[in-house]
């Protein structure tokens, strides 16, 4: 994949790097996000005081589940393929998890959407890796304490 000036090719990988950022922003922050949220799902739902942790639950347990599956599916069948999987997933279990009229619709459309987000957090990583290699190499020392890493 070129990205040439001429070609348009930085205007495209801005709006790359910004689709994968706003990706990874989406799967951090869905699992905080709930808890502004869960009071009025508890009583619009009907949930109990002992069954509203589900709700966040099941994504946590999900996500963290399938997220080693997310990162080898993401090797063996395409880093794209599952990360379009992945977020059309992950969209289609939020729209259901809105539109849920019971406790049990909304905990499995948000125990769908972890897994959704465990194939989409490593596909995401994987693509920044592979398509934006000086954003990757510029990020590289930030995991290790900030010591560079020169390759041997």
């Known amino acids: ?37 869960l009071p009025d ?19 946590g347990v999900a996500f963290g589940g399938f997220l080693l599956l997310g990162g080898r599916a993401a090797d063996l069948l395409g880093r794209r393929r599952i990360f379009i999987f992945a977020l059309a997933l992950y969209g289609v279990s939020s729209l259901v998890g809105g539109l849920a009229t019971s406790p049990s619709a909304i905990i499995i459309a948000r125990a769908i959407q972890g897994v959704g987000g ?23 020392p930030w995991p290790s304490g900030a010591v560079p890493v020169h390759p041997a």
Not at 119 to 138: D, G, I, N, Q, R
């Open 118 to 140: 465990a194939l989409l957090f490593p596909a995401t990583l994987s693509l920044v890796t592979t398509l934006l290699p000086k954003v990757a190499s510029a990020t590289a």
């Open 1 to 37: 994949m070129s990205f040439s000036p001429a070609s348009g090719g930085r205007q495209r990988l801005g709006w790359t790097l910004f689709l994968l950022a706003f990706a990874q922003l989406v799967t951090a922050v869905d699992y905080n996000i709930v808890f502004v949220a």
């Open 41 to 59: 799902i508890g009583a619009q739902l009907g949930f109990s005081r002992q069954t509203l942790q589900w709700v966040v639950s099941a994504y």
